[in-house]
């Protein structure tokens, strides 16, 4: 029996899943786009696994760079992920929020709920995808402690809520 790509997305929209900001940056400037497809695979030695779209515009950027961060957004930035899942051009979409750096370089949102600073070790293509293996070389965390998920098509908070 083949499953049909649309029967396929739809069942996954019931997949609860953390939106994140996945950049990099080189010679030829920041890149970025927004990801729910972002996973550990191990902690010895800690690792991601990171899927992107091969049609991606700044797909050929990342491969180039060998490096990434995962920015996991906090509830309140789901303007952020609209702006990168949106056309505009890659410099423009880091004009909305304050952007660092850690270990490689790449672009760290300075209030995200958690960003891994990564190394691109492995890259596996199936698919529409291309798979990055990454190990992890630096971590850092916000106050923050409600996550911005993706569930059924929509944008949902989950975590603490303060109490007056």
């Not at 972002?38 to 049609?55: G, H, Q, R, W």
């Not at 890259?123 to 850092?140: D, L, R, S, W, Y």
Request: aromatic fraction near 8%; glycine fraction near 4%.
């Amino acid at each position: 029996m083949m499953i049909e790509s649309t029967d396929f997305k739809n069942a996954m929209s019931f997949l609860t899943s953390a939106v994140s900001v996945v950049t990099t940056t080189g010679l030829s400037g920041r890149y970025g786009f927004t990801a729910s497809a972002v996973c550990s695979v191990t902690d010895s030695p800690p690792t991601l696994l990171v899927c992107m779209n091969k049609a991606s515009s700044s797909h050929a950027h990342f491969v180039e760079n060998q490096i990434l961060t995962v920015n996991v957004l906090g509830a309140h930035h789901e303007h952020i992920s609209k702006v990168f899942s949106s056309k505009l051009m890659p410099e423009e979409r880091f004009k909305h929020g304050i952007w660092t750096e850690l270990e490689t370089g790449a672009p760290v949102l300075d209030d995200a709920l958690v960003s891994f600073d990564c190394e691109i070790e492995q890259i596996q293509e199936v698919g529409t995808h291309t798979i990055f293996i990454c190990p992890i070389v630096a971590i850092q965390r916000s106050q923050h402690d409600q996550s911005l998920v993706y569930f059924n098509r929509a944008y949902h908070q989950v975590g603490q809520t303060e109490t007056a």
